[in-house]
């Protein structure tokens, strides 16, 4: 259950900066830092186990036939990237508290940071895949709100917008291959899914859902060529920078090809895309990094290039390279995390980002001048420092693939290239912003950051420092424990000693120093023939695209959707008939074999009185109530039916929802015009009759057919399981509370949400209030009948007693919650149309919305509820009871989830027909900013 509190400990977090909003800026920050600290202790209870190769498991049942589970697995790599999300996290909350201003709302970003927080840690300890995906897109969420922050900027807003279009792209992708491996394998679960590369490689599928897999990963990681997106990500905090765009977020894709490395990887197509999306965007970020002017830019690119690092590594296909890409991923989080906060504090101070103002700045902050050049010379690969160490090793690789065939000697070559340019953007920073003259232009005098703010960049540093010199002691057991979750199995011998003696990997690292070195001393060349390529503004382009798309959509929209309610039926229907013609073209005869039933008196009088109620709707569509008279005829007539055939519980659902779409209807004719358009013209009658004719071939055609034919059904297995699985001789309700009771949970949300929806429309409407009828006479001055009020004053306890019955003997008998529910509502709704709104309000001043938000949470917990005893989600449970002198009586659970639905049923109902039932009263719903 640890495994469970080290998640919801963050995402309570979230509310623990809203709470403490009040307090002064150190309680608050102090306060958001307790859940993520007392997480990362419940992790570091498990280290002896995971290092010692264990992998920890919590697993909750939800809904197992869908394979959606609560599955939770900490080993090796979910507990190095457990310990990079809590603990980077501890320190960016301790920075952030000085660097934002106080006009920025720090409970607001904490808020954000611990959603975001809460997500990567879903991502990396999830043991199912559905479950990952939701976390996944969850980042994409929260790193918009937090790119997004400073919302008053412009280049906020639009670097958040293409953030989260690129990243929730790739993650529409991921989760098609997510589904594709579920079905291949069988199972969401990620021990299933490890456990069974060959079936995934030998599948036909494979190639389509690697590709789909590697676009989720390649997007959120900023490879190319999707890496434009994170240099416009800069325009948010420099704690956002530091956390999500160095130590986290962009590292969720690489997280990704080193989860799913065992099952995916060992293919020439992985070898191929992988390694060569690498290189590329190694070579793309070293370059580009070198010209940037803004300190931020140049860390971005750097980001990109160290990503595209990690990811050749892991598309070297090598057990030594994922080695390697695993060891870079915890060096590059300590020293890039660093330099974002040494960046965020040198703007903090200064004024300025621009590193062509930023000179000299040794002599005003040399502490936090030597801590930012100790963190970039782990950057640049320098000797004893964690950065070379993981160089080297990726230099050994580059030595001993074979990715290319004979041509392989290039990458081992480009590798050294993107080393040299990390080289000279490593020294620009250095040079440039600390040395090189005096500041220009700066508003105002640089000076070293509070100290607290210092003390983030002091500990990863020192970190750098350690790691660089005392590798194995340090880091050896956690590297050896994630390489072992990585390989899937045994982890071969590599040295993570300083020294290796004069080799290739060396004679590399040293001619990456030394042209770095060259290159930078020479770099006004450089400089002078980038200028002469044509500026690529990402950032328009994307924007200027994305418009473009939009006007594209629009237009089509425009022609698609033209207001006419009988284009769009036209257009419906006319695709109905081709995809309901098509198959019935390859029958040879409609007739199944099964003899028909003979046709009595009853049958067809009822047919008969449905066939002319139907007609006389059609020819009398002008008279509004006599129309709505005939097709309440209609619905009176199904209902018979559904009681002829033995399905009574359908025949009271269908009763009870005629009565209040009649009184829905009667409200609303009161509000549309009285006249009706002018008759369509004859061309358009002759293409209405010829398409409703083919419609009406087509349906009885495909009802004769499947009525013909023998019917294989389920309904044997609920009628055989009812009552001993779900302890009700009512099978429909059974089905209803039981069997599929998340169906119904969604059902009564969706139905919820609908009501709230119309609520807030109709807040917005204007009102029509009619003088008289369609004819000319005036309304009765009586507006309340005698009569009518007598009459439903009288019939309320005896309906809301029926409801009562009607629900508590749905488990056995016909009835049932929902049935129950709309019993009520008219029950209700009768006594505002007989009462009045004034008169109602006086005895039962409710308010729906409460009521709806009541019977979802109750049909909630109670699904909820079953986890308690280690069963899926909505679990029923019944038994037997002997109470003195009722005698033995049965109870169940599932009575609690059908007064949900019951409550939310009575509460959506009464909130649409109560709130237009208003619209011409002084209790009409009206928005908040019209008061």
Known sequence: MTLMWILLLPLLGTLVPLLAAKWNRSACALATALPPAIALMLVLLHTEQVLSGNTVRFFLSWIPLLGLDISIRLDGLAYLFSLLILGIGLLIILYARYYLSERDSMPRFYAYLMLFMTAMLGIVLSGNLLQMWMFWELTSISSFLLISFWWHKAEARRGARMALTVTGAGGLALLAAFLLIGQVVGSYDLDVVLASTDVIQQHSWYPILLVLFLLGCFT???????????????????????????????????????????????????????????????????????FKHDLKGLLAYSTISHLGLITLLFGM????????????????????????????????????????????????????ATLAMVAAAAMAGVPLLNGFLSKEMFFAET???????????????????????????????????????????????????????????????ALCILVGIFPAYLIGDLLHAASASVLGGAVPEYSLAIWHGFNLPLMMSILALAGGTLIYVNRKHLFDFQNTLPDMDTLNSFERSVKSLIARCDQFYQWLDNGSLQRYMVLVLLAFIVLAGMPLLELDTLWGGRDELPIDAVNATGAAMLLIAAFATVVWHRKRVVALLMISVVGLMVSIAFTRFSAPDLALTQLSVEVVTVILLMLALFFLPHKTPKQSEAPRVVRDISIASMVGVLVGSLSYALMTRPLSSISEFFLANAKTGGGGTNVVNVILVDFRGFDTMGEIAVLGIASLGIFK??????????????????????????????????????????????????????????????????????????????????????????????????????????????????????????????????????????????ITVVGSTLLILASLGKMTTSHRPVHKDTI
């Open 761 to 902: 429309l109709l807040t917005r409407i204007p009102v029509f209030k009619p003088s008289s009828d369609g004819e000319g006479r005036p309304w009765a001055t009586e507006r309340h009948s005698l009569l009518l009020s007598t009459v439903s004053q009288s019939l309320l306890p005896l309906a809301i007693m029926v409801s009562v019955y009607i629900f508590f003997r749905g488990h056995n008998l016909p009835g049932g919650g929902f049935i129950a529910g709309l019993i009520t509502a008219v029950a209700i709704i009768l006594q505002y149309i007989a009462q009045g709104v004034d008169w109602v309000k006086e005895r039962m001043n409710v308010e729906y919305q409460r009521v709806v938000a009541i019977g979802l949470l109750i049909a909630l917990f109670t699904g909820v509820a079953s986890w308690a005893f280690g069963k899926p989600f909505l679990t029923s449970w019944f038994d037997y009871f002997d109470i003195p002198l009722l005698g033995e009586i049965e109870l169940a659970s599932a009575i609690a989830f059908d007064l949900g639905v019951y």
């Open 317 to 368: 296909g090598t057990d030594l390279a994922a080695v390697a890409g695993v060891f870079h991923i915890i060096n590059h989080a300590t020293f890039k995390a660093s330099l974002f906060m040494a960046a965020g504090i040198i703007d903090h101070e200064s004024g300025s980002r621009d590193m062509r103002k930023l000179n000299g700045l040794w002599q005003f902050m040399p502490i936090t």
């Open 399 to 461: 030595l001993h693939q074979h990715l290319l065939g004979s041509l392989s000697w290039v990458i081992p070559v480009l590798a050294t290239v993107a080393a040299i340019f990390s080289v000279a953007y490593s020294m620009r920073f250095i040079h440039d912003v600390f040395f090189n003259g005096q500041p220009k232009g700066l508003t105002k005098t640089p000076h070293e950051p509070p100290r607290y703010m210092r003390v983030p960049v002091e500990v990863l540093v």
């Open 220 to 290: 959120k990681s900023a490879q190319f060529p999707f890496h434009f997106w994170l240099p416009n990500a800069m325009a948010a905090p420099t704690p956002v920078s530091a956390y999500l765009h160095s130590a986290t977020m962009v590292k969720a894709g690489i997280f990704l090809l080193a989860r799913f490395y065992p099952a995916l990887s060992g293919t020439e197509l992985w070898f191929i895309l992988v390694s060569l999306t690498g290189l590329a965007t190694l070579l793309i970020g070293a370059y580009l990094a070198l």
